[in-house]
């Protein structure tokens, strides 16, 4: 089949099949996402991505790969094709594809978000990840920033390395902010965090202090943390909340009696993505509650929030300064086996749902939330069209920079074979993409918002399998899992965050080669973003600043191609789409925030406010300026090399 | 050198069913653990071989006796060590 029309069919398989549903009025359930995600992934993954491999890149199993040339026993190591997709999975998988989805589909219903879900990995996804190990695997395992600093210009290395940390900073300001809503606002979870903590350390301290056997560690740690998740709900009943939900809701009743009861600042979400906020009722109506007021529309933040933010730093501080083995590792460890367990189960329970329980497999939320996908734009109000904004929101489920940052630093100089980079690059996006189908699915059989909605989903679809009795443990598991996967990444970002500082500023300030202080002002700067308060312009941003990377990963590999005088349109094509996307959803967001948090009406605490919507704006900013000095780069780059191909590149063209 | 020519496969092996699940799992859930005990012990080599840098290059610093003995257990991984030393590092290194 030639690939035009590859290009075609896949194009219009996923449009022709949920376009027909939502037409025709048929009731979507799990199975069919199930199915259709499957069949979608085997096609573009059998006739798109390995003709590619095979035509375009030309892999060669013969070739000798960084690992084996460079052989150091530590960065360059050759790794058997499984381990590596294992391991270049776990580093990509984080709240991303989980988050995103779940915000998508509450902001325009999950017809636009399953569309770009199955479009974006299909053309855009698996491409940034796969050409991002293969760029860096045909230039002897150099990172994207050196590779651009020979093939670009040296200045793009600079430019790329400020993009990068103001990236992680907008990461680690998205993932505190929704943590810190989801501790403040269910009593359930605190004891499941709480408990995981403290495991990591006793792990930790089993495995490389007590030498005791990983199998029995393993054993003593994931369970008491999972039974532990999954107790926050013990007790509850219709009459009220148990034991472990009235002491955590006392302990922020007194902890809100330090301000006696005020908030410390209020703000407003106008598209009601903030966890905080409560989904509707059954009347469509949100209720007003302690901390919102549905006739204002304003979220109040309350002294506990600020606690649990508090409590957020200090277990990331941990993870960031003490020895890896001692904590981060372990949370990591623990982590993954409960991630595994609640997500193999949810996905065996998405299968069996439409058999064993046809109501709960049914999807619980429009397919359309906005008539007109939100393009009735009106000056001096905030905008969410569907273009751009649908594509920075569901950020890793579709395409990730962060994707191509681990693809090109680390497991390009483990790859054993060349042609092992389509399974380990390529799998890992569309596994990734399985993730986001499933916090799809979770969302949308759920019916709320948010990741309570995520939650909620998980313990309808391990209820299935557990009963109904189980739904409520299920639930609270939900968020468990949501939380470890958001912790695991926001310590790895903060202990990133801290090397990076030291590394640029430690030279010329001192004091900043004191991990402490580089990791203090670190938290510090992710805080200034947490004020701004209107956490979905700050999940947008990271959203955009997320795909711009992979843009750039992509716009850097068209340069590359067109120096080796390969075809460049099946990662230009995309890469221009995503970069335009990106750039204008940054300008929307500034929008957005100016509308929305800096011309809002005086509420408590408007210049704490302030100062975080106007970091947010100069962010922006940062990064469109960034980016557009990357692509002007580029463009003289591409030219060149359309002139004659380059010398720096020469040993990869005849490679 | 090519891998032809060294008498390496020429394609990747096959793996049975459950050892690729064995495989998988353990990359998801140890390989970066067994990834930074190697980094440490990295670390460990560029000390050791410090101390015994002297006598490698013909320059004795510290008591050669001592440092003598060590040399059998540094030579293995001097090669290893150049190419950790010696490769251009930046930021992003230091990420994953």
Known sequence: ?655 | MSEEKRGAPKTPPKAGFFDKVKEVLYGMAAHDMSRYAVRTRASMEHLFILITMGDLIGVPILPPYYSLRLLPYVVPNVATWKRRMLREKDISDAMF
């Open chain 1, 1 to 655: 089949m030639k690939t035009s029309t590859t290009v075609v069919l896949l194009f219009l398989i996923p449009i022709v099949v949920f376009g027909g549903i939502v037409a025709f009025g048929i009731k979507m359930n799990t199975l069919i996402v199930v199915l259709a995600g499957a069949v979608e992934t085997y096609l573009a993954y059998r006739f798109y991505a390995k003709t590619l491999d095979r035509d375009v890149i030309q892999t060669d199993a013969k070739k000798a790969t960084p690992a084996k040339l460079y052989m150091d026993g530590v960065d360059f190591m050759p790794t058997s094709r499984g381990v590596l997709y294992g391991y270049h999975f776990k580093s990509i998988a984080a709240a991303g594809p989980i988050v995103g989805v779940i915000t998508a589909a509450t902001l325009w219903g999950w017809f636009p978000s399953i569309l770009w879900l199955a479009l974006g990995v299909t053309f855009i996804g698996w491409v940034a990840d796969y050409s991002a190990i293969v760029i860096s695997i045909r230039n002897d395992g150099n990172s994207l920033s050196a590779i651009a600093y020979r093939l670009i210009a040296p200045r793009t290395r600079t430019i790329l390395f400020i993009f990068i940390f103001f990236y992680l900073l907008l990461i680690a300001g998205a993932f505190v902010g929704i943590m810190t809503a989801l501790m403040a606002a269910r009593p359930d979870v605190p004891l499941g965090i709480l408990v995981l903590a403290i495991m990591a350390l006793i792990g930790g301290q089993m495995l490389y202090r007590w030498k005791l056997d990983l199998i029995v560690v393993t054993v003593v740690t994931v369970l008491i943390t999972i039974v532990a998740m999954s107790l926050g709900p013990v007790g509850q009943s219709s009459a009220g909340p148990g034991p472990i939900q009235k002491a955590v809701a006392g302990f922020n009743k007194a902890i809100d009696g330090i301000t006696g009861g005020r908030a410390v600042m209020e703000v407003i979400d106008p598209t009601y993505a903030d966890p905080r906020v409560p989904p509707p009722g059954p009347n469509g109506i949100r209720p007003t509650t302690a901390i919102f007021d549905a006739a204002t529309g304003v979220i109040k933040t309350m002294p506990n929030y600020l606690f649990w933010a508090l409590f957020i730093f200090v277990f990331s501080y941990l993870g960031a300064t003490l020895p890896i083995w001692r904590f981060a590792q372990p949370v990591n460890y623990i982590g993954f086996w409960i991630t595994l367990i609640a997500i193999g189960l949810s996905s065996l329970g998405a299968i069996l749902a439409p058999f064993i329980s046809p109501a709960t497999a049914a999807f619980n939320m429009p397919a359309i939330k906005m008539p007109d996908f939100g393009f009735n734009l009106a000056a001096g109000k905030p905008w969410q069209p569907l273009w751009p904004m649908l594509f920075v929101t569901i950020a890793c489920g579709s395409i990730s920079g962060w994707h191509s940052l681990v693809g090109s630093t680390n497991t390009s100089r483990q790859l054993e074979y060349e042609t092992d980079a389509l399974p380990v690059g390529g799998g890992g996006m569309f596994s990734e993409n399985w993730l986001a189908l499933l916090s799809l699915i979770a969302v949308a059989i759920a019916g709320g918002a948010g990741a309570g909605a995520f939650a909620a989903g998980i313990g309808k679809l391990l209820g299935v399998i557990f009963g109904k009795e189980f739904i409520s443990y299920g639930t609270a598991l939900g968020f468990g899992t949501f939380m470890v996967i958001v912790l695991t990444v926001t310590q790895l970002v903060f202990r990133v965050m801290r090397v990076t500082l030291t590394e640029w500023v430690g030279g010329a300030v001192p004091v900043f080669k004191n991990m402490h202080v580089t990791s203090i002002f670190s938290m510090l700067l992710t805080v200034l973003l947490l004020l701004s308060g209107t956490w979905v312009y700050l999940w947008q941003l990271f959203g955009a600043s997320n795909q711009l990377m992979a843009a750039l990963s992509m716009l850097l590999v068209t340069v590359w191609l067109r120096s080796v005088g390969k075809n460049t349109s099946f990662i230009g094509i995309p890469m221009l789409f995503m970069f335009i996307t990106t750039m204008f959803s940054i300008l929307v967001t500034a929008h957005n925030l100016y509308v929305s948090v800096l011309t809002a009406p005086a509420f408590t605490g408007r210049g704490i406010v302030e100062v975080g919507g106007w970091a947010m704006i100069l962010l922006s900013a940062l990064l469109f300026i960034a980016a557009l000095f990357i692509a002007w780069d580029a463009l003289k780059a591409w030219q060149k090399y359309g002139a004659a191909p380059g010398p720096s590149v020469a040993t990869a063209a005849t490679r």
